[in-house]
């Protein structure tokens, strides 16, 4: 068990959002590892394994936005313990003095984000729905408050490092590394054939079903790319991705002096989970050690063509303001759609760019503005998605 720097875990309460998801489970075992207490579990439905966590966790709150018909059942195992409604999650993130790790899958994720900002807590944000989404708020957040922003996304936490004691102006260009997917390789004839089950089934990385989808569109990473924008204020044409299918090098930096940097090793979220959560303190704890004669490596550029969601990413991002809220919201139902068998998976960035046509960018004025654009969008997708059912 590693050792917390005098006086560190009692001033700040950890939240875990959406602890029951891959980020979840994950953050509170690094919490386990380290000693440090969980003050809040949230989670979207009642579901056995909340109720897991919720019985190994005696002292923590539980929050769920929706228990259906098992509230009752959680309140007599849980008593005072359980906090119901979407509200619940927010105030959650709000609590003072905490380190918020949201770990929510989906655009849910913003409103417990700006939570978190205005309550000037630090947030470890894996729910990169929250920038793609509302980067104008979250940035704003920022500004009028004094909260803490800081990446669990692996190719981030790998950016974040490399440029700690550097300045903003010396950086030329990053590069984010993307495993490239399932299918790797495959051209657009192929690809017209793809299941939800291959889809499902990821090389490197084991996450939910939604980001799995996006990773093998890309659309996984042309939402990195606009995270990137937004959590480090460099412009497009200074973020690069390279394809790297062995996920050991989790992202590089380049300064204008030649020098790159990059951020090595095996692929694990409780390492970025762990840093954002102890930083600028690195604990000690048990990992397999990374050997560089066993490690190889390979790099390629992204095949544009037959994955276009790399490309609709950078034009929404280039678009700005609500742009890219539209970008998730109609790639969200495009895969509810792929998962359910209704379209196929190159309908997706089809799906996507439809809807982004016909959408104007602007300024978002505020979270309900927000809210209802990707309301808009989401119609506008069901439409084009039934319009290609087959
Ligand atoms: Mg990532």
Known sequence: MGHLPLGWSALKHLIVLGATGSIGRQTIEVARRIGLPIHTIAARSASDVLLELAMSLPDARVCVVDPAD????????LGERLHLGKGSITEAAATPDSTVV?????????????????ADNRLALANKESLVAGGPLVLQALHERDGELVPIDSE?????????????????????TASGGPFLGWNVDELEAVTPAQALDHPTWSMGPRISVDSATLMNKAFEVIEAHYLFGFTYDRI?????PQSLVHSFVEFADGVVKAEVGRPDMRKPIQYAITTPSRLGTEFQPFDPVEAEWTFAYPDREAFPSLE???????SGGTATAVLNAADEVAVESFLGGRIGFTDIPRVVERVLDRHEARR????EDLMAVDAEARAHAREVCASLER
Do not use: K, M
């Not at 690069?240 to 790297?244: K, R």
């Open 70 to 77: 098992r509230q009752d059942e959680f309140r007599a195992v």
């Open 102 to 118: 949201n770990g929510i899958v989906g655009a849910e994720g913003l409103a417990p984000t700006l939570a978190a900002l205005y």
């Open 156 to 176: 981030h936490s790998a950016i974040w490092q490399c440029l700690q004691g550097e300045r903003h102006g010396d950086v030329s260009r990053v590069i984010l």
């Open 240 to 244: 690069d991705v390279v394809i790297h």
């Open 312 to 318: 609709l990413g950078y034009a929404a991002g280039r």
């Open 364 to 367: 978002p004025l505020g979270l």
